[in-house]
C-alpha cells in the first residue's frame, strides 16, 4: 500500500544533541522509567479528529490543510483516515488512538445508515489493529455537532433527542467495545444552557445521570469491565456547561451515585478556561479518587476559549507527570494528544512536529516529576510543614475522636499562637527551576 506521508520516515530517538529535525530527543518509547516502558508508562494516543480531520478552518476562514488524502468521497475518506492514523501512529511510535463515532465514519441520512457506516469502518479498523497491534485508548459519541443537538442531547428539553442521542451512545460502545478501548468518555458539550430563563437545570441533571446510567448498564451487559470518564470543561461552545470542572463532576456523580463507575478524563485547556491550573485539577482527580486519563494539550493564557495546541510547556508537563507519578499511574487511560496544529502550521508535516514536540515534552516532564521526587528538597518540605500534626493531638483530631469543647480549653490555654513558619514559595519555586533545567 502507497505510503500517505511519503516524506516521513519512522522517528528515531536520537538523544538530547540530535541536530535531526525529525528525531525524539527525549522521547525514548524502549527505555525503562519507573519500572516500564516509557511508552507503556505514558501511554500517548493520537485524537483522531483533530489528526485525520481538522482542516484550520476557524470562525473567519475556511480551512488550511488538505486532509483529504487524494479522495473526497465520504467512504473512501474514511478508509483513507484509517490508513493515515495507522501510518502516524507506526511512524511516532504511538501505541493508541482516540476517537469520536463521527470522526471514524461519516453521518448518514437516518441513525440505520450511520451505524451501517460505523459497521463497515470499524471492520477495516479492527484489520489494521490485528496486522499493527495498534489499540484504541476510548471513544467517544459525538453528540454536539449535528444540529439536533443545538439544545443539548442528554440534557435537551426535547424527548426524542434524548432518545436519539441514546441509540447514538449505543452504537458507539458497540463499536467502543468491538475496536478494544477500555475507556468510554462523555463528553458534554452542548450539555449546558444558555440562558436561564429557558432552562429546567435539575430537570435535565436528572435526565443526563439516568443516560449515563442507561450507558453504563448497557456496556456492562455486554461484559464490558473498562473505565467510564466525564471529562469537565467549563464552557465552550455552551455559555456554561455542567460538567464545569472537576470538582462540580465529582459533586454530580456523588449526587446521582455514578461515583463507582465514573473517573475523569482531565484535559489541560478546560482546566485553564474553569480558572484553573492543569496540576490543580488532576490533583482534585487524584485526591478524590477519580483518577482516570488526561488530554494532553495546552491553551494561550491570553486568549478565552479553547486553543487545544500542542503541550510544549515543562512546567506544566512536569506538574502533570508529577500528579500522574502520584496517582499511581494510569490503568486504563493514557495521554491523548487532544492538540491540533495551528491554522498557519498547514503542511501534513507539520502533525509530526506537533506530535514530536508534545511527546518530547512529556518525556522531559515524566523525567522531571521523578527528579522532584528523587531531589526530595520539596517532598521534604511540605512534610516539615504538617509535622505539627504528627504528635499525639494532631492524631486524635484527625482521627475524629476530639471535641470542640475540648480544643476550645486548649486555646484557652495557649493565649495565642506563638509560632508559624514561611511558606517559603519563592524557594520551592527556585528549587523546581534547578530541577528542571540543571
Ligand atoms: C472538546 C474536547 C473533546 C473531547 C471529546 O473541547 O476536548 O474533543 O475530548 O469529545
Ligand atoms: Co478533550
Known amino acids: 500500500m502507497s505510503e500517505l506521508f511519503p516524506n516521513i520516515k519512522k522517528i528515531k530517538y536520537e538523544g538530547p544533541k540530535s541536530k535531526s529535525k525529525m528525531a525524539f530527543r527525549y522521547y525514548n518509547p524502549d527505555e525503562v ?53 495507522f501510518e502516524m501512529m ?12 463521527r470522526d471514524i465514519a461519516p453521518e448518514g441520512d437516518t441513525l440505520e445508515e450511520s451505524n451501517k457506516n460505523l459497521d463497515e469502518i470499524s471492520d477495516y479498523i479492527v484489520k489494521k489493529q490485528k496486522e499493527s497491534g495498534k489499540k484504541c485508548l476510548w471513544g467517544t459519541a459525538n453528540c454536539f ?33 468491538k475496536l478494544g478501548a477500555r475507556g468510554l468518555v462523555f463528553w458534554g458539550g452542548r450539555e449546558g444552557y444558555e440562558t436561564l430563563l429557558n432552562t429546567e437545570m435539575g430537570f435535565e441533571l436528572d435526565n443526563l445521570a439516568m443516560l449515563l446510567h442507561m450507558a453504563v448498564d448497557y456496556a456492562h451487559s ?49 482546566a485553564t478556561l474553569a480558572g484553573h491550573t492543569f496540576q490543580h485539577e488532576l490533583r482534585v482527580a487524584r485526591e478524590n479518587g477519580f483518577f ?37 499511574g494510569f490503568v486504563n487511560g493514557g495521554l491523548n494528544f487532544d492538540a491540533k496544529t495551528r491554522r498557519s502550521s498547514f503542511e501534513l508535516d507539520d502533525l509530526f512536529y506537533a506530535y514530536i514536540a508534545g511527546m518530547d ?21 511540605v512534610a516539615e510543614r504538617y509535622s505539627s500534626w504528627n504528635g499525639e493531638l494532631g492524631t486524635k483530631i484527625r482521627a475524629g475522636k476530639a471535641s ?9 490555654a495557649m493565649g495565642d499562637v506563638e509560632t508559624n513558619i514561611s511558606g517559603r514559595q519563592e524557594y520551592l519555586e527556585n528549587i523546581l527551576n534547578q530541577i528542571l533545567f540543571s
Request: aromatic share 12%; glycine share 8%.
Open 33 to 85: 522509567v519507573l519500572g516500564k516502558k516509557m511508552s507503556e508508562y505514558m501511554k500517548f494516543a493520537i485524537s483522531y479528529w483533530h489528526t485525520l480531520s481538522a482542516s484550520g478552518a476557524d470562525m473567519f476562514g475556511v480551512g488550511t490543510a488538505d486532509k483529504t488524502f487524494g479522495t473526497t468521497e465520504d467512504m473512501q475518506l474514511a478508509y483513507k483516515k484509517v490508513d493515515a492514523c
Open 361 to 381: 515534552a512529556f518525556a522531559q516532564g515524566l523525567k522531571a516529576a521523578i527528579a522532584i521526587t528523587d531531589d526530595g528538597r520539596i517532598e521534604d518540605f
Open 145 to 177: 455537532s449535528n444540529p439536533r443537538y443545538m439544545h443539548g442531547a442528554g440534557t435537551a428539553p426535547n424527548l426524542d433527542v434524548f432518545v436519539f442521542a441514546a441509540g447514538q451512545i449505543k452504537k458507539n460502545i458497540d463499536i467502543s467495545l
Open 90 to 101: 507506526d511512524k511516532l511510535s504511538i501505541d493508541y488512538f482516540c476517537f469520536h463515532d
Open 404 to 412: 470542640l469543647p475540648e480544643l476550645s480549653a486548649l486555646a484557652l
Open 222 to 270: 455486554k461484559g464490558y469491565d473498562g473505565d467510564f470518564y466525564i471529562e469537565p470543561k467549563p464552557k465552550e461552545p455552551t455559555k456554561h456547561q455542567y460538567d464545569f470542572d472537576c470538582a462540580t463532576v465529582i459533586a454530580f456523580l456523588k449526587k446521582y451515585e455514578l461515583d463507582k463507575d465514573f473517573k475523569l478524563n482531565v484535559e489541560a485547556n478546560h
Open 292 to 328: 482516570g486519563s488526561i488530554d494532553a494539550n495546552q491553551g494561550d493564557m491570553l486568549l478565552g476559549w479553547d486553543t487545544d495546541q500542542f503541550p510544549t510547556n515543562l512546567y506544566d508537563a512536569a506538574l502533570c507527570m508529577y500528579e500522574v507519578i502520584k496517582a499511581g
